[in-house]
C-alpha cells in the first residue's frame, strides 16, 4: 500500500487534570514536533536499507507501543519516552514507501508532501483558535469514517475496485476533520488527555494526511 492508517489512540477514560489551553498547546506542539522529526531521521536512515516486510514489522511494533502509552499515561516520562521510541518505529516502517516514490519520482514529491502538511495543519489550528470551530461532538462520526475507511483499504488491497487517489483523497478529508477535532480539544484544555496523549494523535493526524498527500502528488507528477 502506498499509505497505511492508524487508529487514533482514543481509548481509555480521560482523567488528567486541565491544562491552560495555550501551555497545552506549547506542550504538545513541541512534542509532536520533535516526534515527527525522530521518524524523519528514521525514515532517512533506513531509506534503502529495509524492505516492505521490516516496515510492516516496525510499523506493528509502533501499534503495540500505542496502546503502551495510554496504559502509561500516569507517568509521562515513560509516556513521552515510549512516545519518540513509536516515532522511530514509525520512521523504519514509512522508509520502504517513501524510499519508493523517491526512486520512481525524485525527493521533490515527498519534500512538497511534508511541506504542505505541516502549512496544512498550521492553517487548521489557525481556523479553530481564530474562530472557536469544535468539531468534537462530531468526532464519533469522523471515526466511523476512518474505520469504514481502512475497511474499504483492505478489501480493495485485494480488488482494487478504489484507484488510490481517490482512497487518497477520502484519507485526506477524514484526518482533516480529526485535526480540527483534535485542536479543538487542546483548545478547549485537553479533555482530560496528556500532552503525550494529545500529541501522538495530532501526530498520527499529520503521518496520514503526509501520505494521503504523497499518494495525490505522485499520480500528478506521474501523468505529467
Given at each position: 500500500?502506498?499509505f497505511?492508517i492508524q487508529?487514533?489512540?482514543r481509548?481509555?477514560?480521560?482523567?488528567?487534570?486541565?491544562?491552560?489551553?495555550?501551555?497545552?498547546?506549547?506542550?504538545?506542539?513541541?512534542?509532536?514536533?520533535?516526534?515527527?522529526?525522530?521518524?524523519?531521521?528514521?525514515?532517512?536512515?533506513?531509506?534503502?536499507?529495509?524492505?516492505?516486510g521490516?516496515?510492516?514489522?516496525?510499523?506493528?511494533?509502533?501499534?503495540?507501543?500505542?496502546?503502551?502509552?495510554?496504559?502509561?499515561?500516569?507517568?509521562?516520562?515513560?509516556?513521552?519516552?515510549?512516545?519518540?521510541?513509536?516515532?522511530?518505529?514509525?520512521?523504519?516502517?514509512?522508509a520502504?514507501?517513501?524510499?519508493?516514490?523517491?526512486?520512481?519520482?525524485?525527493?521533490?514529491?515527498?519534500?512538497?508532501?511534508a511541506?504542505?502538511?505541516?502549512?496544512?495543519?498550521?492553517?487548521?489550528?489557525v481556523?479553530?483558535?481564530?474562530?472557536?470551530?469544535?468539531?468534537?461532538?462530531f468526532?464519533?462520526?469522523?471515526?466511523?469514517?476512518?474505520?469504514?475507511?481502512?475497511?474499504f483499504?483492505?478489501?480493495?488491497?485485494?480488488?482494487?475496485?478504489?484507484?488510490?487517489?481517490?482512497?487518497?483523497?477520502?484519507?485526506?478529508?477524514?484526518?482533516s476533520?480529526?485535526?480540527?477535532?483534535?485542536?479543538?480539544?487542546?483548545?478547549?484544555?485537553?479533555?482530560?488527555?496528556?500532552?503525550?496523549?494529545l500529541?501522538?494523535?495530532?501526530?498520527?493526524?499529520?503521518?496520514?494526511?503526509?501520505?494521503?498527500?504523497?499518494?495525490?502528488?505522485?499520480?500528478r507528477?506521474?501523468?505529467?
Open positions: 500500500m502506498a497505511h487508529p487514533q489512540t481509548v481509555g477514560a480521560p482523567a488528567a487534570a486541565a491544562i491552560p489551553a495555550h501551555s497545552l498547546l506549547g506542550q504538545v506542539l513541541g512534542i509532536t514536533a520533535l516526534g515527527l522529526l525522530i521518524t524523519a531521521f528514521s525514515a532517512y536512515a533506513f531509506g534503502g536499507i529495509v524492505g516492505f521490516v516496515g510492516l514489522l516496525a510499523l506493528l511494533g509502533g501499534f503495540a507501543l500505542l496502546f503502551a502509552i495510554n496504559a502509561t499515561r500516569a507517568n509521562e516520562a515513560l509516556s513521552l519516552a515510549l512516545f519518540y521510541l513509536f516515532a522511530f518505529l514509525e520512521g523504519i516502517g514509512l520502504p514507501t517513501i524510499a519508493h516514490f523517491v526512486s520512481y519520482l525524485g525527493p521533490d514529491v515527498v519534500t512538497q508532501a511541506l504542505t502538511t505541516g502549512l496544512g495543519l498550521l492553517a487548521l489550528a481556523v479553530v483558535y481564530a474562530t472557536g470551530l469544535d468539531l468534537r461532538r468526532q464519533g462520526l469522523f471515526f466511523l469514517a476512518l474505520i469504514a475507511l481502512v475497511l483499504g483492505i478489501v480493495s488491497a485485494f480488488t482494487h475496485f478504489v484507484h488510490p487517489t481517490l482512497y487518497a483523497w477520502a484519507t485526506l478529508v477524514i484526518f476533520g480529526l485535526v480540527l477535532v483534535d485542536f479543538a480539544r487542546i483548545r478547549a484544555g485537553g479533555d482530560g488527555y496528556t500532552p503525550v496523549q500529541a501522538v494523535q495530532i501526530y498520527l493526524d499529520a503521518i496520514n494526511i503526509f501520505l494521503a498527500l504523497l499518494q495525490i502528488f505522485s499520480g507528477r506521474s501523468r505529467d
